[in-house]
C-alpha cells in the first residue's frame, strides 16, 4: 500500500493523500504523504484532514443505521411519518437512504451559497415533485441526500448530523471525522485542486449528452474546489458532501460495516443492522451516475452504499460495499474479509465513479489478503 501511494504521489496523479486499513478492528496500514496545499508549502501530515465529498455519505448511512437499530426510524414507514411538512406520502424512508425517492435535484435554482442554509434546504425538498416515481429506479442524490436523510436524523434526534455523530460515533471511536468544521481545525484542512479535463471536448461533450436530471443533479448547482475550499462550505452541515476526515477516520467509521457493527472497539450498532446495509435495492441504470460515469452500466445500491457487484467497484466480492468521494476519494467495507479502507487525497480526478488511484489502492489491498 505504502507503495502505490508513493507511486502515485512520484508521478503526479497525487499532490497529498493518505490511505488507511483496517482488518478486523485492527489497524494494519496507516499512511500518507505529499503536501496539503498547491504550493507545496505544507506537508501532508497524520493529522491532515480534507473534504471527502460524497465518502460523507457512507458515514451519514452509519448514522441512519443505528437510528433504525435502536428502533427510532422504520425503514418502511412513509417520510412524512417523521417529517409531517414531507409533501408525497409514496416517499418511504428507506426511498431516502437508497437514492430511489426521485428526489436527486432541485428544481428551483439554487447556489451553493444556498446548501449552507438548512432550513431552506429541508423545506424546498419537502416540496419537491419526484423527478420519476419514488421506488421504481435509483438517481444518485448528489446533494439533496445529505439533507433528506439528515431531517431525518434531526426529526428523531433533535440533534444536526453532524452533532450526533460527533456524540455517537466519531467521538466514541476517536474517528477524526467532522461535518460542520470548527475555524479552530481549519489550519489543518488540505486545499482541494482540481485540473482542468484531459480532454475538454469529450468532457463538455458528456454534459451535453446527459439526461434531465443527470443535468440537474451535475449543474444545479455546481460545486468544486472553490466551493470546498470556502469558510461557509466548511462550517456547513452539508451531509452528502462536507464531511473533513483523515483516512484512518473513514477506514474505522466504514469499519462497522465491515466488523458486524464494532468500530474502533466500540459497537455502534447491531451485526443484524450492519448487514442491512448490503441489503441490495435492485440493480440498476442509475438515473445519473449510470448516464455521467458507469457508461450505461447496472449498478446497484444497498440502504446507503454501493454494492461491489460485478464490475469490482469495490473489490473482487461483489456484496462488500462502499461510496466514492467526488475527485477520488472513497470508503469500502467488506465483512467477508473483515477489511475496512480509507482514502483521502485534495487532488481531485476528473471521472465519477472508480477513480483509477482508487482501483490501485483497492487491487494492492486485495493482493496482500
Same mark, same amino acid.
Given at each position: $500500500?505504502?507503495?502505490?501511494?508513493?507511486?502515485?504521489?512520484?508521478?503526479?496523479?497525487?499532490?497529498?493523500?493518505?490511505?488507511?486499513?483496517?482488518?478486523?478492528?485492527?489497524?494494519?496500514?496507516?499512511?500518507?504523504?505529499?503536501?496539503?496545499?498547491?504550493?507545496?508549502?505544507?506537508?501532508?501530515?497524520?493529522?491532515?484532514?480534507?473534504?471527502?465529498?460524497?465518502?460523507?455519505?457512507?458515514?451519514?448511512?452509519?448514522?441512519?443505521?443505528?437510528?433504525?437499530?435502536?428502533?427510532?426510524?422504520?425503514?418502511?414507514?412513509?417520510?412524512?411519518?417523521?417529517?409531517?411538512?414531507?409533501?408525497?406520502?409514496?416517499?418511504?424512508?428507506?426511498?431516502?437512504?437508497?437514492?430511489?425517492?426521485?428526489?436527486? #435535484?432541485?428544481?428551483?435554482?439554487?447556489?451553493?451559497?444556498?446548501?449552507?442554509?438548512?432550513?431552506? $434546504?429541508?423545506?424546498?425538498?419537502?416540496?419537491?415533485?419526484?423527478?420519476?416515481?419514488?421506488?421504481?429506479?435509483?438517481?444518485?442524490?448528489?446533494?439533496?441526500?445529505?439533507?433528506?436523510?439528515?431531517?431525518?436524523?434531526?426529526?428523531?434526534?433533535?440533534?444536526?448530523?453532524?452533532?450526533?455523530?460527533?456524540?455517537?460515533?466519531?467521538?466514541?471511536? *476517536?474517528?477524526?471525522?467532522?461535518? @460542520?468544521?470548527?475555524?479552530?481545525?481549519?489550519?489543518?484542512?488540505?486545499?482541494?485542486?482540481?485540473?482542468?479535463?484531459?480532454?475538454?471536448?469529450?468532457?463538455?461533450?458528456?454534459?451535453?449528452?446527459?439526461?434531465?436530471?443527470?443535468? #440537474?443533479?451535475?449543474?444545479?448547482?455546481?460545486?468544486?474546489?472553490?466551493?470546498?475550499?470556502? *469558510? &461557509?462550505?466548511?462550517?456547513?452541515?452539508?451531509?452528502?458532501?462536507?464531511?473533513?476526515?483523515?483516512?484512518?477516520?473513514?477506514?474505522?467509521?466504514?469499519?462497522?460495516?465491515?466488523?458486524?457493527?464494532?468500530?474502533?472497539?466500540?459497537? !455502534? /450498532? @447491531?451485526?443484524?443492522?450492519?448487514?442491512?446495509?448490503?441489503?441490495?435495492?435492485?440493480?440498476?441504470?442509475?438515473?445519473?451516475?449510470?448516464?455521467? @460515469?458507469?457508461?450505461?452500466?447496472?449498478?446497484?445500491? *444497498?440502504?446507503?452504499?454501493?454494492?461491489?457487484?460485478?464490475? @469490482?467497484? &469495490?473489490?473482487?466480492?461483489?456484496?462488500?460495499?462502499?461510496?466514492?468521494?467526488?475527485?477520488?476519494?472513497?470508503?469500502?467495507?467488506?465483512?467477508?474479509?473483515?477489511?475496512?479502507?480509507?482514502?483521502? $487525497?485534495? /487532488?481531485?480526478?476528473?471521472?465519477?465513479?472508480?477513480?483509477?488511484?482508487?482501483?490501485? !489502492?483497492?487491487?494492492?489491498?486485495?493482493?496482500?489478503?
Amino acid at each position: $500500500m505504502r507503495d502505490v501511494l508513493a507511486a502515485q504521489l512520484a508521478d503526479g496523479r497525487q499532490l497529498g493523500a493518505a490511505v488507511a486499513v483496517r482488518v478486523g478492528d485492527r489497524e494494519v496500514v496507516d499512511v500518507w504523504g505529499g503536501h496539503a496545499d498547491p504550493d507545496r508549502a505544507r506537508p501532508w501530515s497524520g493529522d491532515t484532514i480534507v473534504n471527502v465529498w460524497s465518502t460523507t455519505k457512507g458515514v451519514v448511512a452509519l448514522a441512519f443505521h443505528m437510528l433504525v437499530d435502536r428502533g427510532r426510524l422504520d425503514l418502511d414507514a412513509p417520510v412524512r411519518k417523521y417529517w409531517p411538512e414531507f409533501t408525497n406520502d409514496a416517499v418511504l424512508v428507506r426511498h431516502l437512504v437508497s437514492h430511489r425517492a426521485g428526489l436527486a #435535484a432541485f428544481r428551483e435554482p439554487t447556489t451553493a451559497e444556498e446548501l449552507a442554509d438548512w432550513n431552506l $434546504m429541508i423545506t424546498r425538498l419537502a416540496d419537491t415533485q419526484p423527478w420519476w416515481p419514488p421506488g421504481t429506479a435509483s438517481g444518485y442524490h448528489a446533494l439533496t441526500y445529505g439533507f433528506l436523510v439528515g431531517e431525518l436524523i434531526h426529526r428523531v434526534t433533535g440533534s444536526s448530523v453532524g452533532e450526533f455523530l460527533d456524540r455517537e460515533a466519531a467521538g466514541p471511536t *476517536g474517528a477524526d471525522f467532522r461535518i @460542520g468544521l470548527s475555524p479552530a481545525d481549519n489550519h489543518r484542512v488540505a486545499t482541494l485542486v482540481q485540473p482542468p479535463p484531459p480532454d475538454p471536448a469529450a468532457f463538455h461533450a458528456m454534459f451535453a449528452q446527459l439526461n434531465p436530471v443527470a443535468l #440537474a443533479v451535475l449543474t444545479n448547482p455546481v460545486v468544486g474546489p472553490d466551493q470546498g475550499n470556502a *469558510g &461557509y462550505w466548511r462550517a456547513a452541515q452539508i451531509p452528502a458532501a462536507n464531511g473533513h476526515a483523515t483516512a484512518r477516520a473513514v477506514a474505522t467509521l466504514y469499519g462497522a460495516f465491515a466488523g458486524g457493527g464494532v468500530a474502533g472497539g466500540q459497537r !455502534l /450498532l @447491531g451485526a443484524a443492522q450492519a448487514e442491512r446495509a448490503r441489503e441490495g435495492q435492485g440493480a440498476c441504470v442509475d438515473l445519473v451516475i449510470g448516464d455521467a @460515469g458507469l457508461g450505461g452500466r447496472a449498478s446497484e445500491l *444497498g440502504l446507503g452504499l454501493w454494492l461491489s457487484g460485478k464490475d @469490482g467497484h &469495490y473489490g473482487p466480492n461483489p456484496r462488500a460495499v462502499g461510496h466514492d468521494g467526488f475527485g477520488g476519494s472513497f470508503g469500502l467495507a467488506d465483512p467477508e474479509a473483515g477489511l475496512a479502507v480509507g482514502h483521502v $487525497m485534495n /487532488l481531485m480526478g476528473n471521472v465519477i465513479a472508480d477513480d483509477p488511484r482508487k482501483m490501485e !489502492l483497492i487491487e494492492a489491498v486485495y493482493s496482500c489478503l
